[in-house]
């Protein structure tokens, strides 16, 4: 099994030191598509997953989720985070058995999730609706001093919305400070993505870069290329792939991706789970 870079104590020795360059931007891969960011002391963990909820589930079936990487860090010992974001319903990016934990160690936690999904995530998360703040695809950011969110869709694979027209599955443009990230979720390309993110002035990309193969039985992503196309096609100043060397059965290698990148001049880096980098 993969080991990650820094974990459990290591890992958050590198964060709590990351504090003294309190005007640089860090951030931490931790595995599939969770990422903690730091900025002015103030950290927001986006997707995290932190458990083995997924294995234990599907253990005996025929679709089983065998881990390919180590745990990063336990959930309920980051009590520092202010904000954690799930940009869909599935356990990979909204998983109880992190963030019921997350939840008690940060009383005021600021949970955000797509309107859409705000039942299913209560009931998932055993708290009341009204704990959870909804974001929706509209032209008003949401504001969590000092995160600035904006929702856009994301088609996984298709772009789906409730009786109310709210998209279940969202990507966020998060600006922090003087940066601007852009993180999908789970997503494939459709048209008019690009042109909604050539809206922002996007400074580090997250993408997804399994692909998508019916034979897997899941719902798919961007692959290697796909991820730099769009990168490129923004003009993103670096793109970092996410979404591979989780599980065995779902995974691709990033060496696809870097190919690619290198092939079109698209700046980007490739994070290994656990490592964390600044701006």
């Not at 595995?31 to 963990?45: D, E, M």
């Not at 253990?59 to 202010?82: C, G, Q, S, W």
């Not at 009204?130 to 001093?145: C, F, H, M």
């Not at 298709?158 to 979720?185: A, C």
Request: charged residues 20%; aromatic residues 8%; contains cysteine.
């Amino acid at each position: 099994m993969i080991k990650p870079v820094l974990q459990d104590d290591g890992f958050i020795e590198d964060v709590l030191r990351a504090k003294e360059n309190a005007d640089h931007l860090h951030l931490w891969w931790l595995g599939q598509s969770g990422y903690l960011v730091q900025w002015q002391g103030y950290h927001l963990l986006i997707d995290p997953y932190l458990s083995d909820s997924l294995t234990k589930k599907y253990a005996a079936t025929n679709k089983p989720h065998v881990r390919m990487t180590e745990r990063v860090i336990a959930p309920e010992r980051l009590d520092f985070v202010d904000v954690v974001t799930s940009s869909h319903n599935h356990t990979d990016h909204l998983d109880g058995e992190t963030l019921i934990p997350l939840l008690k160690a940060n009383p005021n936690l600021t949970v955000i999730v797509p309107r859409a999904n705000v039942n299913f995530a209560a009931e998932r998360l055993q708290i009341p609706p009204e704990r959870l703040t909804p974001i929706r695809v509209d032209d008003v950011p949401l504001i969590v001093d000092p995160f600035s969110f904006q929702a856009i869709p994301s088609a996984h694979e298709s772009l789906e919305m409730n009786e109310n027209g709210d998209h279940r599955f969202v990507g966020l443009v998060i600006k922090i400070g003087p940066w601007t990230i852009y993180h999908s979720g789970d997503c494939i390309p459709y048209e008019g993505l690009a042109q909604q993110l050539k809206n922002y002035r996007i400074d580090v990309a997250l993408l997804p870069i399994n692909g998508r193969d019916p034979a897997r039985g899941v719902a798919g992503n961007f692959n290697g290329e796909e991820a730099v196309g769009l990168a490129k096609e923004v003009d993103a100043k670096l793109v970092i792939p996410c979404h591979y060397e989780m599980f065995e059965f779902n995974t691709a290698s990033p060496a696809g991706f870097i190919q690619f990148a290198n092939r079109s001049s698209q700046h980007y880096r490739v994070l290994k789970c656990g490592e964390g980098m600044s701006l």
